[in-house]
């Protein structure tokens, strides 16, 4: 008896991750060190969020949804730290840094997680169903048929 199990992925979202978690850690960036206009770099990452959402709903990998805030965060963690220091000094910046990287870090995942998953739920409701080439299940049986 063998079994023997084939998971076709629809595309890598790796490179669209990693560009909108660099965006995204470029805006928290300015919106913690409070450097640079405010409302463009707001805009910036609600416009990266939905790319990113509509990519991953095209592509049929809303899987990516719950996995992309944790990315997001690999890659802002240390640019929030710096930007709470810049703001509030270097003392207190690495106290309320280290607040925002833990406890606030749940905020702002939720946030990015809340908005990839509508965009994506969206995009992914309005393309359809997939038309697969194949069963999802194949069963051979005992005389290789």
């Known amino acids: 008896m063998v079994f023997q199990v084939r998971e ?4 890598n979202v790796t490179t669209p991750m990693m560009l909108w978690a660099s965006v995204m850690a470029v805006v928290i960036f300015i919106r913690e060190a409070h450097r640079g206009p405010q409302t463009g770099a707001l805009w910036a990452g609600v416009i990266a969020t939905a790319l990113l959402g509509i990519y991953l709903g095209w592509r049929r990998r809303g899987a990516a949804v719950f996995i992309a805030p944790i990315v997001s965060w690999l890659f802002a963690w240390f640019p929030l730290w710096i930007a709470a220091m810049i703001h509030d000094g270097f003392i207190k910046g690495l106290f309320v840094g280290l607040f925002l990287i833990t406890i606030g870090w749940i905020g702002i995942g939720f946030l990015e997680f809340f908005g990839l998953g509508i965009v994506t739920f969206v995009v992914r409701s309005f393309r359809g ?9 194949v069963i051979y049986g005992p005389d290789g048929r």
């Open 8 to 11: 076709r992925a629809r595309g």
């Open 129 to 137: 169903p997939s038309n697969s080439s194949g069963p999802d299940v």
